[in-house]
């Protein structure tokens, strides 16, 4: 009996196909692939680009993008915003279209986050060749410059024959939706065979639901983890963004709750547990808090739940001092789950600490061990009430007053966004994160102009919450062109614009790793008496004529200039009733009123200099590298 089929080209069958398909998790059915951002080029319009107009809205939404590479981000920031369990994907033409997309796939897959990504490839058939865009390899003719998002996918196709999307849609479906395996997808497209016809199985398309698990921890890892945790006396659990993924807050509260574990955050788990309960210490590690540092030092057991240990975590391996300190790893990957020599607990981070939680009924830590983190708690509350405070409301904000004013207009439903520079230290720190979806640092990959893009995404997942991208003028030069975006959509995005002349951040760093701030302020070059330009990097005149605002309210955003804390704080209450894209722009004083680092990162100094800076910073680089370890 023959199978009933239906003729379409490749692109039109793809299209089709992601429409149909879902993904589920505790009984909730969500879209798979929600929409697909795109721009077009003579690799992808006729064929993708074709197939989206004959579908139409109601089967695949559009979203246009004005690059390439901030259309992954708004994707990323939509797939995490709803928990992974939806995505959207993104097509482009072949060449610069098509690499553009690396940088995005690979904040992707670094953070463990779903996205489909759709570049046009050169013809199969080379009917002529070389074509438009073409990289040529002497050795070998199949490369196309789209092999660069190989080693950036967690799944990778080139479909040279229309049969073949087949199974490789089905594979690709499989991994978006995994979530130990998820990450950045690419089926690369090439464009003669987008616009091929062929006899597809009715089959193909019809609704598939891929189910998202829940892995419960095998009994014998389950018994050695509730055993280790019994002996520890100073146990403490580092919360990753696997909380958030799995939607285990409520878990690990429940744990914390009867136990009385102290948690720390990492950047992508902060939120986890609510700022003003008992247990949460903040930050951990580089940019962590004075107390969830102080506890670290002394722990005898950490309990990762969902974490990568980062260097940024780890302080480099000089933060678990502890002679005998020892790991337990709560994580659905088995990659992670094994790092730092750790007990493992391969499971998902719901199930798995609902199951430490009743393994360890009754067991609670010692009294004196609870009374100490929590007075540290309440010094290090002190601290972030004096790091938001301004003295004179009339004067010029900080940054961390900055932040002060923000937390003091936001409510639970607020996203507050942020990836690079200085402000993802601040933010760790001294933010109060009131739910688990507010604080939203992308730092994995740590990508100058991740923000305004990934505001729209989220924006987009969440239409009810106000959203706040934060960023400073170096990041905003990087990649402002999705205001445009956000303003066709209508998209109430907030951009907080900070006015610091350069790269504050890296600035920072140059100075403490005897870099003397090379090459890092947004200032005239100076000149020699003779009238001659000075040597490369000495940009120390006068900072640079630009207005960043007025280029914001260029592309269509309402812009609200601050100049004083007060004014700061009317502008941001204006912004967030505001039902259009609104700037706020303020420049900051540079006066630093963050609380320096509790703990060291690992950024190598030049072993021999003839600058006194580099030297003496060398030596302070040795005094912390001595402090290392390996956990075996």
Same mark, same amino acid.
């Given at each position: ?113 779903? &996205? @489909?990504?759709? %570049?046009?490839?050169?013809? !199969?058939?080379?009917? #002529?060749? *070389?074509?438009?865009? /073409?990289? $040529? ?37 499989? &991994? @978006?939706?995994? %979530?130990?395996?998820?990450? !950045?997808?690419?089926? #690369?497209? *090439?464009?003669?065979? /987008?616009? $091929? ?38 146990? @403490? ?10 939607? #285990? ?384």
């Amino acid at each position: 009996m023959s199978q009933p089929t239906r003729r379409l080209t490749t692109a039109q069958a793809l299209v089709q196909f992601l429409s149909a398909q879902y993904t589920e998790r505790d009984g909730a059915r969500h879209r798979l692939i929600a929409g697909i951002w795109g721009i077009f080029g003579h690799g992808n319009v006729a064929g993708i680009g074709q197939a989206l107009l004959e579908a139409g809205e109601d089967a695949m939404p559009f979203h246009q993008g004005r690059n390439e590479q901030a259309m992954v981000h708004a994707a990323v920031g939509y797939a995490r915003q709803l928990g992974r369990l939806s995505a959207q994907a993104v097509t482009t033409s072949i060449g610069p279209g098509a690499t553009n997309l690396v940088t995005g796939a690979a904040l992707a897959t670094i953070n463990r986050l779903p &996205v @489909l990504l759709l %570049p046009g490839d050169y013809f !199969a058939a080379r009917p #002529a060749d *070389p074509l438009l865009q /073409q990289l $040529e390899h002497p050795g070998q003719a199949d490369v196309s410059v789209n092999d660069t998002l190989r080693p950036v996918s967690r799944y990778f196709d080139r479909i040279t024959r229309p049969e073949m999307l087949i199974p490789s849609a089905l594979g690709a479906m499989r &991994v @978006l939706s995994d %979530p130990a395996e998820t990450g !950045a997808v690419t089926l #690369a497209l *090439p464009q003669d065979v /987008q616009a $091929e016809a062929y006899d597809w199985p009715e089959e193909f398309f019809a609704a598939r639901v891929w189910h998202v698990r829940r892995p419960a921890p095998d009994p014998a890892e389950l018994a050695e983890a509730v055993r280790a945790i019994r002996a520890a006396r100073r146990p @403490l659990i580092v919360a990753g963004g696997g909380v958030h993924h799995s939607g #285990a807050e409520d878990a690990l509260k429940a744990l914390a709750d009867a136990t009385g574990i102290p948690v720390g955050s990492t950047q992508a788990g902060k939120g986890s547990l609510r700022h003003d309960h008992p247990a949460d210490l903040g930050g951990i590690g580089h940019t962590g808090t004075a107390v969830c540092d102080d506890i670290a030092r002394t722990a005898d057991l950490v309990i990762g739940v969902g974490t990568r240990y980062s260097d940024f975590t780890t302080a480099s391996n000089t933060l678990f001092t502890n002679p005998d300190v020892r790991f337990v790893n709560l994580n659905i990957t088995a990659f992670d789950a094994h790092k730092m020599a750790a007990r493992t607990l391969v499971a998902d981070a719901r199930a798995g600490l609902a199951a430490l939680a009743e393994g360890l009924a009754g067991h609670r830590v010692e009294e004196a061990y609870e009374a100490e983190y929590r007075a540290g708690k309440e010094r290090w509350d002190r601290v972030v009430e004096a790091a938001y405070r301004a003295g004179d409301d009339n004067a010029v904000p900080t940054q961390t007053q900055v932040l002060g004013a923000l937390d003091s207009v936001v409510g639970d439903d607020d996203v507050v966004i942020n990836a690079a520079g200085s402000l993802p230290g601040d933010l760790h720190k001294l933010w109060r994160a009131r739910s688990p979806r507010q604080y939203h640092v992308e730092y994995g990959y740590s990508c100058m102009g991740y923000e305004i893009p990934a505001g729209i995404g989220v924006q987009q997942a969440a239409p009810g919450s106000p959203v706040w991208s934060l960023v400073g003028d170096g990041t905003y030069l990087m990649m402002p062109t999705e205001i445009v975006t956000a303003v066709q959509e209508g998209l109430p995005v907030n951009l907080v614009l900070l006015q610091n002349h350069g790269y504050a951040s890296i600035g920072g760093l140059s100075e403490q790793t005897g870099g003397e701030r090379f090459g890092t302020a947004y200032r005239y070059r100076v000149q020699r008496p003779d009238g001659t330009k000075s040597g490369p990097g000495a940009f120390t005149g006068a900072p640079l004529p630009v207005d960043l605002a007025a280029n914001a309210a260029s592309l269509g955003m309402d812009v609200i200039r601050a100049k004083t804390v007060r004014e700061l704080r009317d502008a941001l209450a204006e912004a967030r009733a505001s039902d259009r894209p609104t700037c706020v722009y303020i420049e900051t004083d540079p006066t630093p009123t963050a609380p320096p680092a509790e703990a060291w990162w690992d950024v190598p100094v030049a072993q021999v200099a003839s600058r006194a800076s580099a030297r003496s910073a060398r030596a302070r680089y040795d005094g912390h590298a001595a402090q290392r370890r390996r956990h075996l």
